[in-house]
């Protein structure tokens, strides 16, 4: 019999975390224990989740596969899918497709230094190669994160980042937070007890903090696609060279696999599908295909 | 869990939006165990004035009273839907709505010096109060109101058609009406979720669903029923029939008045 | 073949499934299913759906769910079909699509319908929204089982496939060798078609003057005529995007997800989350599209020349016009 791609396995929902104000965190089991096995993902990919009579939509994985079988995700309320995700209780069951999409050239990276820059909801993904990368701390060089925020509320994996703050460079990874809101006191506590790793502004404005070695370091962005363009000029401007600068894409994805059409972009010389091509591009692409970013 | 509380209401309108709910007379029983009805005008005379989680409403805000029915219904119900055109952008009764005043078209129906209702000129609900959800047509199909109440029910936000009739004629397989014929349909810009029903029967559509909201090209409705013979002011006259509220109309008449310096005949 | 033979071949096609053919349904033309070859108008220009419909459904269930059992089940239908009268243009449409849903993640449902069809193509002369000339779909060299070249009092076939090969070899009696005077004809025929082209579109290097042109006017003085309703994607060959829901039933438990065919001219197309939409007018969306059709993608012209969507076009936009115009030719 013929695979249908198109029918999501089962998965149970072992986790539904409330993080935010807006965001859960939500840790997937596959219910058949060979399909869980053979579920081997890329960092960067992404899985499509149904919920039976809601529908479906693309949600990128923001752990590394270190438990076998589990899932993690973090989901944003506001869509019809996320929101009937939300009001799932621990035990429901979902179904899940995928993974689909290329994810991040982790070996291609090796050796080099790791730039990650997240803005919002764009950490999940980059969370993964923060915990892949210090898990296997000697492949890479200096591992720096730029993650910005809105608010203090807002703020995602708070545990884990605040104590990258609080570890410093002890912690294998230089750490630097970036807050929008200038009057958010918790914000302002952080900034004034690590006033070199924490600042107010928009997250390109912590280039001003750290020096980059552009020879050698492999940046990569995710965040809201406005970030896209200012982070990518701040790297250029900084000489890392387009095609080392990575980028993550959202878009409409119907089916994850190069068929429902709505994730196409670009121009007569460049049709790309975000959802087979990508989601993972890199900053040269986006500067040669119109509409990317 | 509570079964949610609905009401349902009609405004100034001919009844028929409430009438397509009865409609769905098989399931009707199925649906009603999953819900409390505490108002549904057309179908019972219990009237409980409380509060409701979903409340839907018919009929355009054309009176005073209108106004205060519906500023009390939107008070307390935590959801309030608008059904069918007229509660969303007027319908028929707007149909010369800013063509004339209201003292105008009183005496031209009623006489001068006649007793009048309190009206207002016809607007659909959104213009005085919040509106979360509208569900167009007149009437509205008793798929899509079957839809949203399963929507709901299931807890989700109910989704709506937000394109074209041309594109259920295409996925129907309807011969186009105003390519191959010529006829003055008006399918490429007003709201699909009729499936088509009249083009498939072979009759050029004219807009019972209203224009799309914010992706109305009416202008070049206009040019291309000119461009197939038909009178300015017949396509300006069938543009307003139910969509005359709705911006790309609006914009198109106030053009067309300003073009004739407002001589316009009646 | 003999053109009087035409009748009983294709009574005889009813062993490889139930056949499909070009039918007049009032002033157009569509494939429906049909019991004679008289039934066939075999001289159509194009049909309103492409033959796409066979395979992506322009509707269609995917499969059925129920939340009580926590259980999606398959809901396919299966059955052979021959598809009668295809023009070139729609063969290479379908060559396209078989790249796209015939990958390294197949598309079951297209797949199995693909498999259960025979494609018999025929013959055509073109009108003047015809330019597969120009787009180099105007003679099928493959992706068919049968062709049909009507001659003057024959047809010329060719055999596309193995299951095409079948086909003559168990129909052997309608078939008659070719003699070098049928050969001499049927050039004489080509010949004569290769001239009746009357729409040009000069394609080499129009993928760069589509990027070239991505910030021309040309796209917003179009969009101004546009009515964003999607005909030019339902009615295209190649346009194969699809949009998904989810129906409950009245015991809000089980349902259906099921497909139909989008167009990226409508609203929701590049909608995502929150609100964001990457092409939020029709400029974006008309210039997305004829990018889109104006491509390499799969390593093929993604436009085949059929002239559908500027037949059928309410506002007529004319698809070679507005590609002259990106290239500065008008």
Redesign the interface.
């Known amino acids: 019999m013929m695979e249908n791609v198109f029918l999501p396995k089962l998965a149970k929902i072992v986790k539904n975390e409330k993080m935010t104000a807006m965001e859960h965190f939500l840790r997937l089991q596959l219910l058949d224990k060979k399909t869980a096995e053979e579920f081997q993902y890329n960092l960067g990919q992404f899985i499509e989740i149904s919920i039976m009579g809601v529908g479906e939509a693309p949600f990128s994985i923001c752990s590394m596969q270190n438990q076998k079988y589990l899932l993690d995700l973090c989901i944003r309320s506001g869509g019809r899918v996320t929101s009937a995700i939300l009001r799932l209780g621990e035990g429901s069951l979902v179904g899940v497709r995928g993974p689909y999409g290329n994810g991040f050239p982790l070996k291609e990276m090796e050796g080099s230094n790791l730039l990650l820059v997240a803005g919002g909801l764009g950490v999940a993904p980059l969370r993964s190669i923060l915990q892949y990368s210090l898990k296997n701390r000697a492949k890479y060089r200096d591992i720096t994160f730029f993650y910005g925020i809105r608010t203090y509320d807002t703020m995602l994996f708070r545990d884990e980042f605040n104590s990258l703050l609080a570890g410093g460079d002890e912690s294998g990874c230089k750490f630097y937070l970036s807050y929008e809101d200038p009057k958010d006191e918790q914000c302002l506590l952080l900034e004034a007890e690590y006033s070199d790793r924490c600042m107010s502004g928009v997250v390109s404005k912590l280039f001003e903090r750290t020096e980059i070695s552009p020879k050698d370091t492999y940046a990569i962005i995710c965040g809201p696609s406005i970030m896209y363009k200012f982070v990518g000029q701040e790297l250029t401007k900084r000489d890392v060279p387009p095609e080392r600068i990575l980028i993550s894409l959202e878009r409409r994805m119907r089916c994850g696999i190069g068929k429902c059409g709505n994730c196409i972009i670009g121009d007569g010389s460049s049709i790309r599908y975000v959802c087979k091509d990508g989601p993972v591009f890199t900053y040269w692409d986006a500067l040669h295909t119109k509409g990317m970013i | 869990m509570a079964k949610p509380k609905i009401g349902i209401y009609g405004l100034t309108g001919c009844g028929g939006d409430q009438l397509m709910i009865l409609n769905l007379e098989n399931?009707l029983l199925?649906?009603l165990r999953?819900v409390e009805i505490v108002a549904f005008q057309e179908a019972s005379s219990v009237q409980q004035d409380e509060e409701v989680d979903i409340a839907f409403v018919e009929g355009s805000v054309s009176t005073e009273l209108d106004l205060e029915r519906l500023k009390d219904v939107r008070k307390r119900s935590r959801m309030l839907i608008a059904i069918g055109d007229c509660a969303i952008g007027g319908c028929v009764q707007a149909m010369r709505n800013q063509e004339m005043t209201m003292k105008e078209k009183m005496e031209e129906v009623y006489g001068k010096g006649e007793e009048y209702f309190k009206v207002l000129e016809p607007y659909g609900l959104s213009k005085y109060v919040n509106v979360d959800l509208e569900l167009q047509g007149c009437p509205i199909e008793t798929t899509e109101i079957r839809?949203v109440f399963?929507?709901l029910?299931?807890?989700?936000?109910p989704?709506i058609k937000?394109?074209?009739v041309?594109?259920e004629c295409?996925?129907?397989?309807y011969?186009?009406l105003?390519?191959?014929?010529g006829m003055p349909?008006l399918?490429?810009?007003i709201a699909a979720g009729c499936n088509a029903r009249c083009p498939g029967l072979g009759i050029d559509c004219v807009g019972c669903r209203g224009p799309i909201m914010n992706?109305t090209?009416a202008?070049?409705?206009l040019?291309?029923l000119l461009?197939k013979g038909y009178d300015e002011r017949y396509i300006e006259n069938r543009l307003r029939f139910f969509g005359a509220n709705f911006e790309g109309i609006l914009k198109l008449s106030k053009m067309l008045r300003e073009k004739t310096g407002g001589a316009r005949g009646k | 073949m003999t053109s009087e033979s035409l009748d009983a071949f294709v009574n005889n096609l009813e062993t490889y499934g139930k056949i499909y053919g070009p039918v007049k349904t009032g002033e157009s033309c569509s494939f429906q299913e049909i019991s004679q070859s008289k039934e066939m108008a075999l001289n159509y220009s194009r049909t309103m759906i492409p033959p796409k419909k066979f395979f992506l459904k322009l509707k269609e269930r995917m499969f059925i769910f129920d939340e009580r059992e926590c259980e999606y089940e398959e809901t396919l239908e299966d059955g052979k079909i021959v598809v009668f009268g295809i023009h070139p243009c729609d063969i290479y449409a379908l060559k396209l699509m078989d790249k796209i849903y015939l990958d390294k993640n197949p598309d079951k449902y297209y797949q199995m319908r693909r498999e259960n069809a025979t494609l018999i193509g025929y013959s055509c002369h073109p009108d003047e929204y015809c330019f597969c000339q120009s787009q180099g779909t105007n003679y099928a060299v493959d992706g068919f089982d049968l062709f049909l070249h009507e001659l003057k009092d024959k047809f010329l076939v060719r055999i596309g496939s193995e299951k095409g090969n079948k086909i003559a070899s168990e129909n052997s009696k309608f078939f008659m060798d070719v003699e070098s005077s049928d050969i001499q004809e049927f050039r004489e025929a080509e010949g004569k078609r290769e001239k009746e082209f009357t729409l040009k579109l000069a394609i080499n290097g129009l993928t760069d003057m589509l990027a070239l042109s991505y910030e021309s006017d040309v796209w917003k003085e179009y969009a101004d005529k546009c009515f964003g309703c999607g005909s030019c994607n339902l009615v295209c060959p190649t346009c194969r995007c699809y949009d998904v829901v989810d129906n409950v039933n009245m015991d809000l438990k089980s349902g259906e997800r099921q497909r139909m065919l989008n167009s990226c001219m409508l609203k929701k197309h590049g909608l995502v989350y929150g609100g964001k939409n990457f092409r939020p007018t029709r400029v974006e969306r008309l210039r997305n599209r004829f990018n889109c059709k104006g491509s390499l993608r799969e390593d093929m012209m993604n436009c085949v020349g059929c002239g559908r969507c500027t037949v059928y076009c309410p506002s007529k936009i004319d698809y070679v016009e507005v590609l002259r115009r990106v290239r500065g030719e008008l």
């Open positions: 399931e199925d649906l999953n839809q399963l929507s029910l299931h807890g989700d936000t989704e937000d394109y074209p041309c594109v295409k996925l129907n397989e011969q186009c105003l390519v191959d014929k349909c399918g490429p810009i992706e090209n202008a070049e409705e040019h291309t461009e």
